[in-house]
């Protein structure tokens, strides 16, 4: 019997979480989406604990796993308005539901006739994942620029982009960078004439935008498989379904075209291979403490905590747009919002939003900072902050307003972040080996490093994380735009793999 000391491995495990943003509390406006609710995470615990062993791979086996799936999916379907003839799965996550939409359609206009490398056309406000998609199965990623003001994109110019190459057109319900709500019937009903499929993306609204109002009580327009044309639906259940990650339910209209989705292999010696998603053998404990919550709340229970968002997110609406300097981006629909500054006050009177984010940090807030983005017909989407309102914000809303407050009175007047003098202060070598790089032959993981070391992002034996990461991530951002997409990404990848390396002996 092997003996281990339990009570010291989960202190030290404990001491690691304590370095962790906090994952309740609502001070952390992203990635986590928290329902206020104790009794929830306990159930989801408790879930997940029970079919801790069991192997998702095999429904037949573990026959627990193929009834939790058949009822989180007739419950998605039923919230999502499909017939009898959408069917599903259950995956891990956003980007597997993402990938697996993609998969699909690409298979699908194959065996329709399709030759040659297919297109996959969105608006570029599109979530990554589908740039993931498009690089993994090898289709042209055709983005449609939006309005740079709005995050909107016009129906009309993605229409225009349909051809007989273009296996999938993706619309968001709604986008995550500024929670606009694509033309969702327009472009299914282009689609549906076409003959072209239709992904809505709804991986961040589909367990809230069921029961989204806007402020003046009018309903939304319709996005689900209400549209004639749309033929599949991703919705995460680890975003506001608040199940642990990773849960997300991909839909799929017609029972033919959902079995493109999967792979099943007889040709080996082995047992028969069967997978619904990209996994083979994986847990069934996010699907658990999905189905568990699903019970526990019902359609009732969701829309109450919905409602607790709209509250939220209608009451920091009023606040932000109240605080000279800063301008909420478009019309968002959902508890999202996307902060830029507002250039119609004099310069003096401006809110740079990364800076007010990183001061907002200062005080244990954490609010998400995306760059700026020069779209292919030349124009400038500006850089903005992110914040994702959850039910348990509702109650800290007068604490977050003196913090957005007081933090843009802080940084009022002054200029965004300039990367300029970081870039001037790179050893002449390092710029040389990174303007030569294409993305066809990738730097290398010491020259890289390099580069990231003089920049001051390279590793740092005091850091228990194995890299130093700036205070402020304004400059950090401000670098990401001033740098060639290309490099950035290979800079980033280095970042993050030290992070994770063991220590060199």
């Not at 979480?17 to 206020?36: E, F, I, K, M, N």
């Not at 996959?120 to 983005?143: T, W």
């Not at 057109?169 to 033309?183: G, I, M, N, Q, R």
Request: hydrophobic fraction near 45%; proline fraction near 7%.
């Amino acid at each position: 019997m092997v003996a281990f000391d339990s009570t010291a491995i989960l202190a030290r495990l404990t001491a690691l979480r304590a370095a962790d943003a906090p994952t309740h509390g609502g001070r952390v406006l992203s990635y986590v989406y928290d329902s206020g609710v104790a009794a929830i995470d306990e159930l989801a615990a408790d879930a997940v604990r029970l079919v801790q062993p069991v192997n998702g791979l095999d429904p037949t086996t573990f026959t627990s796993v193929a009834v939790m799936e058949r009822e989180v999916l007739g419950f998605a379907r039923e919230l999502l308005h499909g017939g009898d003839d959408v069917v599903g799965t259950v995956t891990t996550g956003g980007t597997e539901s993402c990938l697996l939409a993609v998969k699909t359609a690409r298979d699908v206009w194959r065996a329709a006739g399709g030759t040659g490398r297919a297109r996959l056309v969105a608006p570029v406000s599109v979530h990554a994942a589908f740039q993931k998609a498009a690089h993994y199965f090898d289709l042209e990623l055709d983005l449609v620029p939006i309005d740079p003001q709005t995050g909107e994109v016009d129906a009309a110019d993605l229409i225009g982009r349909l051809g007989p190459d273009v296996a999938l057109a993706v619309v968001s319900a709604p986008s995550y960078p500024f929670a606009t709500l694509d033309p969702v019937e327009e472009v299914a009903a282009a689609c549906d004439e076409a003959g072209i499929a239709c992904h809505v993306d709804a991986c961040i609204g589909g367990w809230i935008l069921p029961f989204w109002r806007r402020g003046d009580g009018t309903p939304l327009p319709l996005w689900d498989f209400r549209v004639p044309g749309v033929t599949s639906v991703s919705a995460d259940l680890h975003k506001f379904g608040y199940a642990p990650k990773g849960a997300s339910v991909l839909l799929q209209r017609g029972r033919d075209r959902q079995r493109a989705q999967y792979f099943a292999t007889t040709s080996w010696p082995g047992y028969p291979v069967v997978n619904s998603t990209m996994l083979g053998s994986k847990s069934a404990g996010a699907l658990a403490a999905s189905w568990a919550i699903v019970q526990a709340l019902g359609a009732r229970g969701f829309a109450e905590l919905a409602e607790s968002c709209r509250r939220a997110t209608s009451a920091l609406t009023d606040i932000i747009e109240d605080i000279e300097g800063l301008r909420i981006v478009g019309d968002p629909v959902g508890p999202l919002l996307a902060v830029a500054t507002d250039e119609s006050v004099p310069a003096e009177r401006r809110v740079d939003p990364h800076r007010w984010a990183d001061r907002a940090r200062r005080r244990g807030w954490l609010l998400q900072l995306q760059p700026g983005l020069v779209q292919a017909d030349g124009t400038r989407v500006p850089h903005t902050t992110h914040l994702t309102i959850t039910p348990v914000t509702e109650e800290l809303v007068d604490e977050l307003e003196a913090v957005l407050r007081a933090s843009a009175a802080e940084v009022r007047g002054e200029p965004r972040a300039d990367a300029s003098a970081v870039l001037a202060a790179l050893p002449p070598e390092l710029l040389a080996a990174a303007a030569g790089d294409t993305g066809d032959r990738m730097l290398d993981s010491e020259t890289a490093a390099g580069i990231l070391n003089a920049i001051g992002l390279g590793g740092d034996g005091d850091d228990p994380t194995g890299a130093r990461l700036p205070d402020e991530m304004a400059p950090f951002l401000a670098l990401i735009e001033a740098l060639p997409h290309p490099l950035t990404e290979r800079l980033l990848i280095e970042l993050l793999a030290r992070i994770v390396e063991p220590p060199s002996r």
